[in-house]
């Protein structure tokens, strides 16, 4: 019961912030398209909530990663407020808000990608299993990089704030190395947290 509750109060939070970053957006096609894969993942989730219930870390990594999304969608990644004064106080050449969500575009899939082998599938704990998180976390990013380029080409300029390179010639390689690196960094970090959670699930690991 506590932990519907918990889970019905992520479910509030993350929609309060949908509905905020809906209120004049910087850009209202570019707060669509930053939008649409939080609003699609949570369909998925409140629809498939009984048959698989995820741990209540993955809910959590999860809300934060829409958030990410909506906070993104709303500014556009490269005006977020934020970063824009850390950028002046460090007297930085870019907004690096967008480097921020896509590390979490590696290190929050990892532990659900995770969950979901390890629940579903005959994969156990060890090597392997890392490795097909990491590279299941960079197919990720690399199709998102994949859709961007589309849009792009099918929008031309209407699609730049979507796209965010801010003149960075290198920013599609930065955006995989991020997730390269936040994958890692989440299995690393959040592995033995995330195994304490499936055990209460009573989930074979």
Known sequence: MRERTTHTGMLFLVLSVLL???????????WILEVLPALLGILILVFTYRRFKFTTLCYALMATHMIILMV?????????PLFNWIKE?????RNHYDRVGHFAQGFIPAIVAREILL????????KLLSVIII???????????????????????????FLGTQGD???????????????????LLLSWLHNRSLKKLNCPQ
């Open 20 to 30: 905020w970053s809906g209120i004049n957006p910087h850009d209202r096609f570019t």
């Open 72 to 80: 993104g969608g709303h500014y556009t990644y490269a005006q977020v």
């Open 89 to 93: 106080i460090l007297d930085l050449s």
């Open 119 to 126: 629940r579903t599938s005959p994969l156990k704990r060890g």
């Open 135 to 161: 590279s299941i976390c960079l197919a990720i990013s690399a199709f998102y990089e994949l859709i961007e380029w589309w849009v792009a080409m099918a929008t031309g300029t209407a699609a730049e704030a």
């Open 169 to 187: 010639i290198w920013d599609t390689q930065w955006d995989m190395f991020l997730a390269l690196c936040g994958a890692v960094t989440s299995l």
